[in-house]
């Protein structure tokens, strides 16, 4: 039996329970020889030019995202603040100004707060760009400065000194810096507790009491809560006159990639969408069913996708759209798909094929999209306005990554 019939059959005919996980989970496949042949929706069937894409086909298919996949998009709040928690002058061996800065937002009687973590190059003789990404476990971690105010939901044991600074590779402040950017980050944890059972601490709790809410799952999704604090720390950004922010460059890693590309979907204003690993539910098209896979994705973490989601799974082969859509909606802005050669959960060349198939909708734009008509070798940055790398190594943000990351930015940011 083919793979795909194999896992049709299991989740189109079973109770979907823990059992069945397991069983889906020993057919996951890390071969290319069990691929199958799949035809993708055209992004631009029925598109007659880069205006019509815009006006018509965008908003149907953002729509579409947020009707079935990342849940309804969050406004910003009734009221919202940004307080200086700190400014330090000589950061990074005097290189930097560090901020840390406190969001505040109100909405409905209710309110918000998560703290952020910013480094701006000392230098600077003019507003810089930035980058702009969620961290998975703490300010504290992502930088060897042992004053970072400690944030997320990092237990106390692990908020000592020697745990301080372990997820520092996977930021780049220094060379981020040096090359003359900014960057901002905020633990995800803060914004919504990475937790079906969490969404009552979470900043979704500012729109529980708005017309249709029906939930977390329902009909919103901790994805898009979290793009949500991303397009907060625009806003924070669009306030610091030292900052640029019309060109920012939102980022992230895995579950935060996946959201770093709805966040790009949902907020024009970040000027490059970057996806570092972001596999199923991100950059990965559902179709190829190589790696992880919806119905897995959708049972472990039901707070990520919503429920309209499951009409999907077991039909991924003929659904109406699939993940290059997702990456469609970044155009024309630049878009870096990032991948690493262990990491088959992920499915890297699924997401090579994804960035690939997104091509179209640029060319409305008159751009080439990806200038690659193959897989690159291992290491190999192809830039253009849509870029793609993979890494040699693990699951994970690098400085290989970053140093794409910033070369797409020299290109294309003016400074
Ligand atoms: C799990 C999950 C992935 C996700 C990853 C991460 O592996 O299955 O979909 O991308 O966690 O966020 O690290």
Not at 19 to 31: M, S
Not at 99 to 117: P, T, V, W, Y
Not at 253 to 266: F, I
Request: negative net charge.
């Amino acid at each position: 039996m083919s793979l795909f019939q194999n896992y049709k059959d299991l989740v189109l005919n079973h109770e979907w329970n823990q059992e069945l996980l397991k069983q889906v989970r020993a057919i996951v496949a890390e071969d290319e020889s069990l691929m199958e042949p799949f035809t993708l929706p055209s992004g631009v069937a029925d598109v007659k030019d880069a205006m019509d894409w815009m006006t018509n086909k965008r908003p149907k298919l953002l729509k579409f995202f947020s009707d079935n996949v990342y849940g309804r998009i969050l406004p910003r709040p009734q009221s919202l603040s940004f307080e200086v928690l700190s400014i330090k002058e000589d950061a990074l061996n005097n290189t930097a100004i560090r901020k840390e800065i406190r969001i505040h937002s109100e909405n409905n009687g209710k309110s918000h707060a998560f703290d952020c973590l910013l480094y701006i190059p000392k230098n600077a003789t003019k507003p810089v760009p930035a980058f702009a990404g969620l961290n998975f476990r703490g300010n504290q971690l992502t930088i060897d400065e042992l004053d970072v105010r400690r944030s997320g939901l990092v237990p106390e044991n692990e908020a000592n000194h020697d745990k301080r600074a372990t997820q520092k590779d996977l930021w780049c402040f220094r060379e981020t810096v040096a090359r003359g950017y900014a960057s901002i980050t905020a633990c995800y944890h803060d914004i919504f507790p990475d937790s079906a059972a969490a969404w009552d601490r979470s900043a979704l709790t500012l729109f529980d009491n708005v017309d249709g809410f029906k939930g977390c799952h329902e009909n919103y999704t901790s994805i898009g809560v979290w793009a949500w604090g991303l397009s907060r720390m625009l806003d924070y950004l669009e306030s610091d006159p030292l900052i640029d922010a019309s060109q920012v460059a939102v980022h992230g890693l895995s579950r935060l990639g996946k959201t770093a590309l709805w966040a790009g979907a949902t907020d024009q204003r970040f000027k490059m969408v970057v996806s570092n690993c972001s596999g199923c539910g991100g950059a990965a098209l559902s179709r190829r069913l190589l790696g992880e896979n919806l119905f897995i994705m959708h049972t472990v973490f039901p707070h990520w996708l919503v429920k309209n989601i499951e009409q999907f799974i077991g039909h991924e082969d003929t659904a109406p759209f699939d993940q290059h859509e997702l990456l469609e909606l970044a155009a024309p802005r630049l878009l870096a798909v990032a991948s690493a050669t262990a990491d088959s959960w992920a499915d890297p060349h699924g997401e090579f094929l994804s960035a690939k198939a997104a091509s179209e909708v640029y060319r409305l734009f008159g751009s080439e999209g990806l200038p690659a008509e193959t897989d690159p070798s291992p290491d190999q940055y192809v830039t253009g306005h849509i870029s793609y790398h993979i890494r040699t190594g693990v699951h994970s943000q690098q400085p290989l990554d970053w140093g794409h990351y910033l070369q797409i930015a020299d290109k294309y940011f003016v400074k």
